[in-house]
């Protein structure tokens, strides 16, 4: 079987250590004789997006999230919203996310506009939320939670429309605005989070998933054989076991 | 009595809440001046070189105490530093690394002679923030105080280059490697992913003093041709390994030569002789075999250490530390932004040891670098992993432990206990 990840912007859009996240989708794949070719898609690239079974955009510096949401208006809104439409499973961090929404309003400066592929806004805020954060997840209705973890931050504070769901409900952290305890967005099969770590390593059920319904979209219903994924998940047990124990420990210093 | 640590920064801390206005107190006791170095990487060594170079030409110098670079430090340092009090001046220079996130606030309480920026690149997105407002920061600094000071910038890395497009030409000095002569290694001295694609109106600047005609030898060092107003200073021999050393080098020197010595007289015989930073490529003997620690703190950092250990020759077994406390950064996704693939272009190594409090973390990087079939294992005890690492030595195996920060000061004096010290 083989599959086509659209990798956007990826030296731009790319502080965090988020390319960990394609690394792992193609490590994965790979595991099950899955052909993962990824392409970059840069500034200026305009072609259609149907083609592509996965895709991903990561976070970037400031300055760079305003040259990218130019080209994004420009160059790829209408193909982006048509392949997310038809079931592109897409994963979008941080800046991904803001720049997927309807707009990112600074608390400073004029209004960056968003492709409006995911029904939510980001309003600026005053300071950085900077931390680990644990969220439970529930991919498919009737399915078993998961718990995903990761790390944030962002001075954004993200509110979800309509139209739009959360990835999850926060366990633990500030999510995407520290009131209504939501953690990121989806829409069809696009995911955008405000989790780094990078987050699929960590969390190989979530990447795994993301595998499971792009292959759907494009071969129907597949199995995927399990990995030994025991490194995976005592790493992140391990981590959430010792985020839940620093956040009792500060609300008992309280 | 306090048994200080490793950047202990604490009796400043003690002192400033009952003095709060000690530091303009201590300023002008310094006859000469303050020289600053501050920057992501090679603070600690280009501070070591210059210390090293002043004393050298005959000056009194303080400088930091065990590294610590946070105000209330540098506090400390003086403190400790067993000065006369009651003397008028209290040394010829005062040269201290600082925090580049405390830069900022303290530069106009210090006015020092001079500012070294040896680089720029991400590190601790969490505790640093983005390199460009760092680099922001630093241009907001400058134009406000009017630029008195001296700045010394690393010529090759173009986020430095906008900080010495705002200092006046007569002001400031560009220390790098001069291009042709880095070639293949040079990409991995700066950072260079970030804005590739975009233009971002930098030109590399003229290099005022430079390094070329480069050749490394591990961990013998490096020899290269120094030139600076046209007089070339052949064969120095720099014992400290790695090109990225070279950088720091030129970076004392340039500090050297617009302050007390245009013809750099004695640069040689300090760079021949000057030993390794606590924690930085420095070599261990336990029971035989050569241990080496190695810290690496951000992935410009890490990625220079791999490029060094290509010419390593022989077998080796590789412990990785990585601690998250707060003065590493919390966030440890740093480290797949760096370049592990090419560890693994590294002859003979036998295997891969994870260890320290993100260990899985570690692990899993290292699982999804395409690694080799050698055996890889987690362990979240430092110490024991190293026992047992030791415990499969094979005569002419070296053991060589790459340690973030904290996971470095913690290690190091465990391994000062079970080993000698090697020359």
Known sequence: M???????????MNLYGDRGNVRTLAERCRGREIELTITEIGIGDSSSLIAYDLAFFGGGQDKEQI?????????????????????????????????????????????????????????????????????????????????????????????????????????YGFGNNGEDRLEGARSFNCFGTYLHGPLLPKNPDFAD??????LARKYGKVDLPPLDDHLEVQTRDYVIHRVKKQYLFQKVRK | MLKLGEGSNLPGKIVLKLFPDLLPVLVPRFQKGWILITGTNGKTTTTKITVALFKEYGFQVVTNARGANL?????????????????????????????EAVLS????????????????????????????????????????????????????????????????????????????????EFGLLVEQEIGKGIETGLETPELDILAEEIGADYLKGSKFTLVYRQRIHEAIH???????????????????????????????????TVEPSYGRSERFNYRGASVFLFLVKNPVGFNHIIQLLNQAQGNKRILLLLNDLTADGKDVSWIWDVSLENLWKISGIKEVVASGARAGDMALRVKYSSPPAIPQTVDYSPQRAFRELAIRLEPGDDLLILANYTSMIKFRPYLLKVCRKAE
């Open chain 1, 2 to 12: 083989k599959l086509k990840l659209a990798y956007f912007y990826p030296t731009l």
């Open chain 2, 71 to 99: 105000v209330s430090g540098i506090i400390t340092s003086i403190l400790l530093a067993k000065l006369h009090p009651t003397r008028e001046f209290m040394a010829d220079y005062a040269i201290f690394e600082i925090d």
């Open chain 1, 209 to 214: 998933y993301l595998i499971t319904l792009a």
């Open chain 2, 238 to 272: 720099l014992k400290l390994p790695g090109v990225f050393n070279i950088l720091n080098a030129l970076a004392a020197a340039a500090i050297c030569a617009i302050e007390i010595d245009p013809d750099l007289q004695k640069l040689s015989a300090v760079l021949n």
């Open chain 1, 67 to 171: 040259k990218i949401g130019e080209d994004l208006m420009r160059a790829k809104a209408g193909n982006l919203r048509a392949a997310i439409k038809d079931g592109l499973t897409m994963l979008a961090v941080c800046g991904g996310l803001q720049l997927l929404g309807n707009y990112y309003r600074p608390l400073q400066g004029p209004l960056l506009q968003g492709i409006s592929a995911l029904d939510l806004r980001t309003e600026g805020g005053a300071w950085l939320a900077i931390g680990n954060v644990i969220v439970q997840a529930e991919l498919e209705p009737g399915k078993k939670a998961i718990q995903m973890v990761g790390f944030e931050n962002h001075s954004g504070r993200t509110y979800l429309g309509p139209e739009c769901r959360p990835l999850g409900r926060v366990v």
């Open chain 2, 105 to 184: 606030k303290s530069f106009h309480q210090f006015q020092p002679q001079i500012l070294v920026v040896t680089n720029f690149s991400r590190d601790q997105l969490d505790r640093y923030g983005e390199v460009d407002s760092n680099v922001n920061k630093i241009i907001e600094l400058l134009q406000k105080t009017g630029c008195q000071s001296k700045i010394v910038l690393n010529g090759n890395d173009p986020n430095i280059a906008r900080i010495g497009a705002v200092v006046p030409p007569e002001n400031r000095i560009y220390f790098g490697i001069k291009e042709e002569a880095g070639s293949s």
